[in-house]
């Protein structure tokens, strides 16, 4: 009883230690691979700079971290940065209205006289031509008083020639002193009556001829003739408010449009100089160029309610492309820059000083240029100073850089890039063993590592020369720096003995 019960008792601390042993080795081996961690990751820069200062190229190759251009193990990378040449064009100074196409001539056509309309001799739509005849109105009863008027005159001008005889014989008789003064001057009043008489037949005799030509219906102006607001067989009259028809002219036509009051003087001096300033129409979408023209003229008052001054566009309109009350889009050409130096918008940048850009030097580094912006188009910005032909500035990336920062230009990247996708890429996809062997392989402050074993890369330590014996990319304990390997040690012996 005493046999069998002794072993049991004996047994059971054991099995229990070495529990605990093995959660303290597994503790102690997270620790330090969390160590090695936080090392590798933030390794400081001093060590890698003199590492390379020294001539040896780092971890990674030529290139890659720590080698020629790399910029060092734990520098940062250059920026990738979009780039554009500043170019010379010649830009054209141009005012954007929104305009609204009104007619030059709108006449609502009215008979002069009344009477009962006969017949309508035009289309609801159709293009007629000044002195084109459009309606006709009865003309009866206007020939009838036509009629009477030269009658009336005809009448009056006998009487006068009737008149003039009597005279003349009473004049002959004065002479011989066989009439009285008396007689001869009464007969020369009668043939002045007379005559005051047939001139009064005659303005009645032409205001006939007048009325019965207005029963023809004409167009005053030449143009587009609108619905039709009446019909034969109705009364017409002078007095009616909608007329027989409603003509708009189409060529030429206007566009108004409002000019801020900052631009009047601008555009007030061109007028002045007597220079023509072209026009544009564009639909509202800016893309279709309806018609051309000339500026025609502005208004003499700046409206106080929105600062602008109302102006006026003429246009030939002969496609009939501009329809009265369309709104359009004006674009007035004041004038033309030449030789402007260009760059994209996106390029010029604004700061507490000013407007700036990023200039690139030839040994691919930036540098800070204050510039005076000019007049804009829609993606390029005129640079009247502080920028030269063929210079080039940055368009894309600028919000990491400052004055000195390296960058790197799409599709050529340098020795740098061909470093880190050669080496560099090649040990990160290899996993954590690549890191493991950059960390062996340089010491702090850029030291050859304890066994002198070569980076994963193939490159040598830090001193400069590969150590013999140590095979490139070893297993766990060749990769791992010189305290893990005192520390995997020291854990080995202690779970060793543990175990006996």
Known sequence: MDTQTKPIITAAPPKRSRKILGSVIAVAVMAALGGLAWYLTHQPAGGAAAGAQAGGPGPGGPGGPGGPGGGGGRRSAATTVGVAAAEKIDIPVTLEALGTVTAAATTTVRPQVSGILQSVLFKEGQMVKAG????????????????????????????????????????????????????????????????GTVMTDRAAEGTAKLNLGYTKVIAPISGRVGLRVVDIG???????????????????????????QDSVPA????????????????????????????????????????????????????????????????????????????????????????DFVYVLKEDKSVTVRKVVRGQATVDKVQITSGLALGEQVITEGGDRLKEGAKVTLPGAGGQGGKGRGEHGGKGRRDGASADAAAGGAQAAGGAPAAGGAPAAGGAP?????????????AADGASAPAGEHRRRNKDGNKEGAAQQ
Do not use: C, W
Not at 164 to 181: F, P
Not at 274 to 293: C, F, I, K, Q, V
Not at 332 to 343: H, S
């Open 132 to 195: 084109q005849v459009l309606a006709q109105i009865d003309p009866r009863q206007f020939e009838m008083a036509l009629l009477q008027a030269s009658g009336q005159r005809q009448r009056d001008e006998a009487q006068l020639e009737n008149a003039k005889l009597t005279l003349n014989r009473y004049r002959t008789l004065l002479g011989q002193d066989s009439i009285a003064r008396q007689d001869v001057d009464t007969q020369g009043a009668l043939v002045k009556q007379l005559e």
């Open 234 to 260: 109705n009364l017409v009259g002078s007095s009616d408010a909608n007329g027989i028809a409603v003509i708009t002219q189409l060529s030429p036509i206007d566009v108004e449009f409002s000019i801020p």
């Open 267 to 354: 555009v007030m001096q061109r007028v002045t100089e007597g220079a023509a300033l072209p026009a544009l129409a564009l639909d509202r979408t800016r893309t279709n160029t309806l018609d051309s023209g000339k500026f025609s003229a502005m208004d003499n008052q700046i409206d106080v309610q929105t600062g602008t001054v109302k102006a006026k566009a003429r246009f030939a309109n002969a496609k009939s492309t501009l329809f009265p009350s369309q709104f359009v889009n004006v674009r007035l050409e004041l004038r033309t820059i030449k030789d402007a130096v260009m760059v994209p918008v996106t390029a010029v940048r604004h700061g507490a000083s000013g």
């Open 461 to 473: 330590a830090a001193g400069g020369a590969p150590a013999a014996g140590a095979p490139a990319a």
